[in-house]
């Protein structure tokens, strides 16, 4: 399951990687393919992603020349967030939504939110969890960075890539790997 807040994350292409993810994940070596299980992908995507004001968009995929379904297992499901109603999906997008546990419908929920907003332990988890957050995201921005230092660097043409290396602060296998990806 995914939960995105961008409409860019929900990509179809970023479905059928997660997908792909977990056949690699429940196939183990000498296991016959047909051995793999079902799988269901689940984006929960804050908009109405597909616009059509449906709760879920089942994607399926079909044999175009006969128009029967392919059933290969693989199953992916986009959940509009927006949706709401009187169903449990629709109950558990408004949850979804809810600031303060007392709106929520689902008393698991508002049991783990008001743990996690109104008792000092589940503040400070909170607190450590989102500092975590920051700080990986730190890196990933640090990552980036460093990453279009060496393109530059690369475009430039002035440096061996040693030197761009030891800069930048990457191995030499990928100022190697960013080298062949750009064409540079």
């Known amino acids: 399951m995914e939960i995105q807040r961008q409409e860019k994350g929900a990509d179809p292409h970023r ?22 299980p079902d799988t269901y992908m689940i984006f929960i995507i804050e908009k109405d992603f597909y616009g059509k004001s449906e709760a879920v968009y089942p994607i399926e995929r079909i044999n175009l020349a006969t128009g029967k379904s392919f059933e290969d297992g693989e199953h992916i ?22 600031t ?26 909170m607190c450590r969890i989102m500092e975590d957050m920051r700080k990986e995201s730190l890196k990933e921005g640090i990552q980036e960075e460093k990453k279009m230092t060496v393109i530059r660097m690369l475009e430039a043409g002035k440096y061996l890539l040693e030197e761009i290396a030891y800069i930048s602060g990457l191995s030499l296998e990928e100022v190697n790997q960013l080298k062949a990806e750009r064409n540079v």
């Open 77 to 98: 499901l986009y959940v509009n967030g927006e949706y709401r109603g009187e169903s449990n999906l629709g109950k558990l997008m408004h949850d979804f939504n809810c």
């Open 15 to 36: 479905a059928r990687y997660h997908s792909s993810v977990m056949d690699v994940e429940n196939l183990h070596s000498r296991q016959e393919f047909k051995e793999l």
């Open 100 to 125: 303060q546990a007392s709106d929520m419908n689902f008393e698991l929920m508002a049991d783990r939110t008001r743990y996690l907003k109104e008792n000092p332990k589940g503040v400070s988890e």
